[in-house]
């Protein structure tokens, strides 16, 4: 059972394969240490950079999930980090926990199969959960995203994958699940972003709500969807809820990629005034079964 900061921070970098990280109810105030990132440097709050296994993952979890620890950035801040950062591993479990402040909430550099379930972000100076430089196969699951964007709107996702073009990080984020999450309110530009180069990444059985919202860094979309053409992303069973938000003039942007888009329910407030689809050149669709609500002859959600 862990209890302090300082025990979380070395437990970590003493991490084992089936090792169980334990946290009390309580904080834990990070205290920034800078590590190595691809192309420089950043401060991170708690950081895990031991491999598990498939057999035997690593799991940090509180002890108790009615009342669940919270890992504490130090600031918001930009450029002040990351509050809780799993950077070259494999196969971590991340569960029932807070996380708050840091720049960047939760951040993946190069992690592979790894599970991020049941976990609340919130407070965040930047984005919450950033899965970056090659993380794929990774499992996102029941997470509570929401007022992210406090210190940099315009870099304020609720969950993005990859990178921007041109960044030293591999671009390559590929074959990520997001289920079952809720995001909103008051994120304050795109709740999801897939980028260039990321591909075959799945939203299914979310559910967004356009409460507060800010548009920021061409945020009128719920999901922007880029990624590599030669893999589209899907997008599923997803409720999204524009909540009288204007600043939210479509549900789901796809640019640069070909998206399977089926079976989504898209709450748009009035007839004309946002779409289901905004479809730039170099991107396509294929949606089928998604709802409409109110329906627009206009503008019909195939």
Wanted: proline share 6%; net charge negative; with cysteine.
């Amino acid at each position: 059972m862990v209890s302090t900061a300082a025990d979380l921070q070395l437990a970590m970098k003493a991490a084992q394969p089936g090792d169980v990280i334990t946290l009390a109810p309580g904080t834990y105030a990070g205290t920034p240490m800078t590590v190595p990132i691809t192309g420089g440097s950043s401060p991170v709050n708690f950081q895990g950079v031991a491999m598990g296994t498939a057999q035997a993952p690593i799991t940090l979890t509180s002890a108790d999930p009615s009342n669940p620890a919270i890992l504490q950035g130090t600031d918001i801040a930009a450029g002040s980090g990351y509050t809780l950062h799993i950077a070259a591993s494999s196969y971590w479990h991340i569960q029932n926990l807070v996380v708050t402040k840091g720049s960047k909430g939760i951040m993946f550099d190069q992690v592979n199969n790894s599970y991020i379930c049941g976990v609340e972000v919130y407070g965040t100076g930047d984005e919450a959960i950033h899965l970056r430089d090659g993380s794929s196969n990774n499992v996102v699951e029941g997470v509570n995203v929401h007022d992210t964007g406090k210190a940099q709107p315009d870099y304020s996702e609720g969950f993005y994958t990859g990178s921007f073009t041109g960044t030293p990080y591999n671009t390559a984020s590929n074959d990520n699940i997001l289920k079952k999450s809720h995001f909103g309110p008051n994120i304050q530009s795109k709740y999801v972003n897939f980028q260039p180069g990321s591909a075959g990444n799945v939203v299914d059985g979310c559910d967004f709500d356009g409460t507060g919202a800010g548009g920021a860094n061409s945020g009128y979309s719920f999901l922007s969807i880029k990624g590599d053409p030669s893999k589209p992303s899907v997008i599923m069973n997803n409720t999204f809820n524009r909540a009288g938000n204007a600043v939210i003039t479509s549900a789901i942007a796809i640019s640069y990629n070909a998206a399977d888009i089926h079976d989504n329910t898209l709450n748009l407030d009035d007839t004309s005034s946002a779409k289901c689809f905004k479809i730039f050149s170099g991107g396509s669709a294929s949606p089928k079964n998604d709802k409409r609500n109110p329906t627009s002859a206009s503008d019909a959600c195939p």
